[in-house]
């Protein structure tokens, strides 16, 4: 069973960068996906950023397209958001979630496996 924990979140001002981790513990199935989301207050959940475990492509919703980078460690179990640019919008809870492919996270349903999420607050 996949367990996910992230870490990395602050304070930090508008334009700085920052790089959440997320900790994969548990054997990912090599066709699977993990992704980023955010939650923001008032809003729904939205998917940011996702990476096959196995061959590494890549989704990225149009807000953070060109800012965020999504990349994984296999051997490490360990996927990065490096974020830059980072705007007063951005503030937000971010999860990640492991489920059986990029298609399955962009549609949020099914999902195995959810951390605890981790708070980026961006000043302006």
């Known amino acids: 069973q996949v367990q996910l924990t992230e870490s990395g979140g602050g304070l930090v001002q508008a334009g700085d960068s920052l790089t959440l981790t997320c900790a994969v513990s548990?054997?990912?199935?090599?066709?699977?996906?993990v992704g980023w989301y955010r939650q923001a207050p008032g809003k729904e959940r939205e998917l940011i950023a996702g990476?096959?475990?196995?061959?590494?492509?890549?989704y990225y919703a149009d807000s953070v397209k060109g800012r965020f980078t999504i990349s994984r460690q296999n051997v490490e179990n360990m996927v990065y958001l490096q974020m830059n640019s980072l705007k007063p919008d951005d503030t937000a809870v971010y999860y990640c979630?492991?489920?059986?492919?990029?298609?399955?996270?962009?549609?949020?349903?099914?999902?195995?496996?959810w951390g605890q999420g981790t708070q980026v607050t961006v000043s302006s």
């Open positions: 990476i096959t475990w196995s061959l590494g492509h890549t």
């Open positions: 979630a492991e489920g059986a492919g990029l298609a399955t996270l962009i549609l949020g349903k099914s999902l195995n496996a």
């Open positions: 548990g054997t990912v199935v090599s066709s699977h996906a």
